[in-house]
């Protein structure tokens, strides 16, 4: 106690000096903690994206090789009725899941009448959708994606076949109108004049009308009408020309199946997704039934993710070695000079009976203060900064995103702790480090130096 | 702890140093500072020991505070070899068996008056800590510094500082206390209260002191004289 007493009473005499240290691991603390909450805006954004937007849930079932296959071999590579029920049978014993919904992809040809563009399309369960655009932590963290750009959600918008178009499909195809209830369609009288006749370009654009084209399940072509509900950004540049969303049902009768891509599965605690999947592949070969489990972060399924991810970190381990390398130079520069110009007290310490470690313990409380009130300050400090910056309204757009996004900084609680830990683990171990190199010198060393 | 000498156990002296060298290098140059030292001291004696400036004083205070060894020779101190101790057993040693009182006090500033006697104690396993703060108490009404009991240090007068020093010293019952010119940075007047503080702990707790001075006041007034000279003892 007297040790403890002595190492903070000796921290507020040389609060000057300790100031410029304190400083140093405040400002560091402030820039991780920054750095982190950065990181985290992206995860969650990226995350829920994955999760929620493009409709793969925490965990998806494919057929074997489904995931790279569905789309070219949708007869051989989709979950036929069949499969679709036992694996629901399954799904339903799994502990901690809330949702469940089916997903069909397909792809094939859009025209307005006039011309056509190449599209891809995914299907899936308006009450998963429904559900999905209710949920806060897909409005809190991907609201700008959320939002249409014109028009309404497709259980807003029946009856009938509906569509929702990306922005630059949209674009491509003249289209600009979505389907309201006082829609209604002029009788089609030439084809000729509807497409290059006068007005033809605001014609085809105030009409919410397309017509889809696709390969069926079993080789043939169907084609099917249908009404744009409302158009959407994607979030990704690469997909905004092609994108295509469309209620399950529309897109099996244009694709002439009963079948679906994958079946997601959507947990109350994505944490548990990789233990979630364990099960389920236990319980998939207990039932002898063979079918791909997927995660949602795997590369393949969530490259975007994954890859800003990587990014992202391997910056934040670079930045966390600048910031260290100060912190750890601030404090030797500041424990050296303590243990220099103390070691006179050091070692009449010694000469009193005080053994290397207990002069460390001294150093060890100095350097914990220290450390405790510069992560207390720079928390404070990352926090007020987060708070301004969120409130500042800073938008840009990420290299190849289509929206622009809000630039936020938003730390989890686990990222402070993560950075607070990793901080003064540093502060200590160099304080600890410093002290030790410098006072296991001799007692009579000590007492005859002169600071 | 416990390398006993038998011969020495044999022997009337409490403290023994037997043919004691030690030589520093300075630069190109070799010191002898000390150069083979034969003494003895008896319990509860009151010695100081004198000599010219750069004579060995300190050095021989060191071997006896276990801070320095002896190149060769042999320190021994209530019938212990501490030539023979490992550093840990040394600084055990020290802090269980001597006290020590220096120049300039070297009292912790930033510490009271109470905390500073206490130091030595609490890593002492000899005293129980129900006894320590009684033992405190008393001596610090042994040095008279009562009133300042709580005050921290360096709000201390030089003489109150080095009866905080003479306090710490004692608290442990220390079987010898070295003081190195304690009474060098005081006053003379402080200088006459510190000896009589000195002289009555001699007195009341038996306890040995070997104290380097220049001081004639405390020359005085001690049992025995040591004198030194160019590493050697000359009476």
Redesign the interface.
């Known amino acids: 106690m ?2 403890a ?2 190492g903070l ?2 921290f507020w ?1 040389q609060r000057q000096r300790n100031l410029f240290a304190l400083t140093a691991i405040a400002v560091g603390v402030t820039g991780l903690i920054g750095i982190g909450g950065y990181i985290d805006r992206w995860e969650h954004t990226l995350r829920t994206d994955s999760i929620y937007l493009r409709g793969q849930g925490m965990v998806s079932i494919y057929r074997k090789n489904g995931w790279l296959m569905n789309r070219s071999q949708p007869k051989k590579f989709t979950l036929t009725r069949a499969d679709q029920e036992q694996i629901y049978a399954i799904v339903q014993k799994l502990p901690g899941v809330e949702r469940v919904g089916s997903v069909l992809n397909g792809s094939g040809l859009i025209s307005n009448g006039c011309q056509s563009q190449p599209f891809e399309i995914r299907g899936y369960d308006l009450d998963v959708d429904q559900w999905m655009r209710e949920r806060p932590i897909v409005r809190q963290w991907c609201g700008k994606l959320l939002q249409f750009v014109r028009g309404r959600s497709f259980a807003l918008t029946s009856p009938g076949p509906l569509v929702g178009i990306a922005t630059g499909l949209a674009s491509l195809i003249g289209k600009s109108a979505v389907k309201t209830p006082s829609t209604h369609t002029e009788p089609l009288t030439s084809l000729s004049e509807y497409c290059r006749g006068p007005g033809a370009a605001q014609r085809i654009a105030e009409d919410p009308n397309v017509q889809l084209m696709a390969m069926t399940a079993s080789g043939h072509f169907n084609a099917a009408d249908a009404d744009i509900a409302h158009v959407f950004r994607t979030g990704s540049k690469v997909n905004e020309d092609t994108q295509l969303t469309a209620p399950l049902s529309l897109v099996q009768d244009l694709l002439q199946t009963d079948r679906v891509s994958s079946i997601a599965i959507y947990l109350e605690d994505y944490r548990r997704s990789d233990q979630v999947a364990q099960l389920l592949r236990q319980s998939l070969a207990q039932a002898r039934l063979d079918y791909d489990v997927h995660v949602w972060n795997e590369r393949k399924l969530s490259p975007i993710y994954t890859g800003l991810m990587n990014f992202l970190h391997a910056m934040a381990l670079f930045c966390a070695l600048l910031i260290g390398s100060v912190v750890v130079l601030a404090v030797v520069n500041l424990t050296t000079m303590n243990v220099l110009q103390r070691s ?2 050091l ?9 290397s470690g ?1 002069l460390l313990q001294i150093f060890c409380v100095e350097a914990a203060a220290l450390g405790v009130l510069g992560c207390l300050v720079g928390t404070v400090m990352a926090k007020a900064l987060a708070v301004g910056i969120s409130h500042a309204g800073i938008q840009f757009t990420p290299p190849g995103s289509s929206v622009a996004q809000d630039f936020l900084v938003a730390p989890d609680m686990a990222t402070i702790a993560m950075v607070v830990a990793f901080v003064l683990s540093l502060v200590l171990a160099s304080a600890t480090g410093t002290a030790w190199s410098l006072g296991r010198r ?3 060393d000590l ?1 005859t130096h002169n600071a | 702890m416990g390398v006993v000498n038998e011969a020495n156990q044999a022997s009337e002296a409490f403290v023994a140093l037997e043919g004691v060298h030690r030589s520093y290098q300075l630069g190109e140059a070799r010191v002898e500072a000390l150069r083979g030292i034969d003494l003895q001291l008896r319990k509860s004696e009151f010695t100081a020991i004198l000599g010219a400036s750069g004579s060995g004083k300190s050095t021989l205070l ?1 071997m006896l ?1 276990c ?2 060894v002896p190149d060769s020779g042999r320190v021994l101190i209530d019938g212990v070899d501490i030539q023979r101790l490992s ?2 057993a040394k ?6 068996r001597l006290g ?1 009182i ?1 120049q ?1 006090f ?3 500033a ?2 009271s008056v109470y ?1 500073n006697i ?3 104690l ?3 396993p000899l005293i129980p800590t129900s006894q320590r703060h009684q033992r405190v108490m008393d001596l610090i009404a042994d040095v008279g510094l009562e009133p300042q009991t709580h005050s921290l240090s360096n709000k201390l007068s030089g003489g109150q500082r080095q009866r905080v020093a003479i306090a ?1 010293a004692l608290v442990t019952d220390p079987v010898l206390v070295l003081a190195d010119e304690p009474t060098a940075n005081l006053d003379s007047e402080t200088t006459q209260q510190i000896i009589e503080v000195m002289l009555k702990m001699n007195a009341k707790r038996g306890v040995t002191f070997f104290f380097s001075t220049h001081d004639e006041k405390l020359i005085r007034q001690v049992n025995r004289v040591v004198r030194i000279k160019d590493g050697r003892i000359v009476t």
């Open positions: 007297i040790l007493k002595f009473r000796n005499l006179r007290e070692g009449t310490l010694k000469a009193l009976g005080y053994g207990a001799s007692c009579l007492l | 060191n505070g801070v320095d550093e840990n600084s055990k040693f020290r802090n269980e020590f220096f300039s070297n009292i912790l930033v510490l905390d206490m130091l030595p609490l890593i002492n710490r």
